[in-house]
T-cell receptor, first 116, second 110 residues
C-alpha cells in the first residue's frame, strides 16, 4: 500500500465516544489527506495537510479533528459530534513537485469504523 | 457546483474484451484528471492521470481520453483480465485537492 499504514483495520466504537484513527507514512511526502467512503460511494475529503503544523478542512470536516505535529503522521479523531461516523476511512499522502509522480496519491489500506 | 460522475454503476465484460469506463465532469478549471482502481476492502490504487491540456494518454493496457468540449473522460482497458475486476473512480485535481466520482464496478466474466 505504498508505504502508508493505517491502524486499526477494524474499529468499533460506542455512541458518544471519541476515537482516533492512525495514519503513518514513510514516503517523505509533504501532503496528507483523510477521506471517508460510504458503501457504493466515492471518496469525500475530510481534512488535508500540505505541511507540518498546518491543515485545512475538506468538504465534510464537521465532527472530525486532525493534527499534523510530524511529517509522517496525520491522525484523525472522530468525535461524538459526528452524527453518522460508521464508514470506511482512507488516509493518503502525496509528494509535492520533485517528490516523484506529482499527482499520485498513495492510499493506505483503510480503517473500517463501526459505531455500535 | 463541482461534481464528477460516472455514467454507469456497473459494467460487465467478457474476459479478453476491451472495457470502456466513462466519466463526466462539470468543473472546467481542473488541472488534472486521475483514474483509480479500488479492490474490495482496500485503498484506491493510482492507474493513470492526464493533464487538462492533453487529449489522450496511454499506459500499460490502459488509455485515458479527455474530451474537454463535452467534459467527458474515459478509461479504456485492453484485453480485460479477471484481475481487472474492481471499482474504478475518476477524480479531478484542482488546487491540490481530489474530487472523486461515485465509481463504476467492473465485472469480468470468464
Amino acid at each position: 500500500d505504498g508505504g502508508i499504514t493505517q491502524s486499526p483495520k477494524y474499529l468499533f466504537r460506542k455512541e458518544g465516544q471519541n476515537v482516533t484513527l492512525s495514519c503513518e507514512q514513510n514516503l517523505n511526502h509533504d501532503a496528507m489527506y483523510w477521506y471517508r467512503q460510504d458503501p457504493g460511494q466515492g471518496l469525500r475529503l475530510i481534512y488535508y495537510s500540505q505541511i507540518v503544523n498546518d491543515f485545512q478542512k475538506g468538504d465534510i470536516a464537521e465532527g472530525y479533528s486532525v493534527s499534523r505535529e510530524k511529517k509522517e503522521s496525520f491522525p484523525l479523531t472522530v468525535t461524538s459530534a459526528q452524527k453518522n461516523p460508521t464508514a470506511f476511512y482512507l488516509c493518503a499522502s502525496r509528494g509535492m513537485k520533485g517528490q516523484g509522480i506529482y499527482n499520485e496519491q498513495f492510499f493506505g489500506p483503510g480503517t473500517r469504523l463501526t459505531v455500535l | 457546483g463541482e461534481s464528477v460522475g460516472l455514467h454507469l454503476p456497473t459494467l460487465s465484460v467478457q474476459e479478453g474484451d476491451n472495457s470502456i469506463i466513462n466519466c463526466a465532469y462539470s468543473n472546467s478549471a481542473s488541472d488534472y484528471f486521475i483514474w483509480y482502481k479500488q479492490e474490495s476492502g482496500k485503498g484506491p490504487q493510482f492507474i493513470i492521470d492526464i493533464r487538462s491540456n492533453m487529449d489522450k494518454r496511454q499506459g500499460q493496457r490502459v488509455t485515458v481520453l479527455l474530451n474537454k468540449t463535452v467534459k467527458h473522460l474515459s478509461l479504456q482497458i485492453a484485453a480485460t483480465q479477471p484481475g481487472d475486476s474492481a471499482v474504478y473512480f475518476c477524480a479531478e485535481v484542482k488546487s491540490g485537492k481530489l474530487i472523486f466520482g461515485q465509481g463504476t464496478t467492473l465485472q469480468v466474466k470468464p
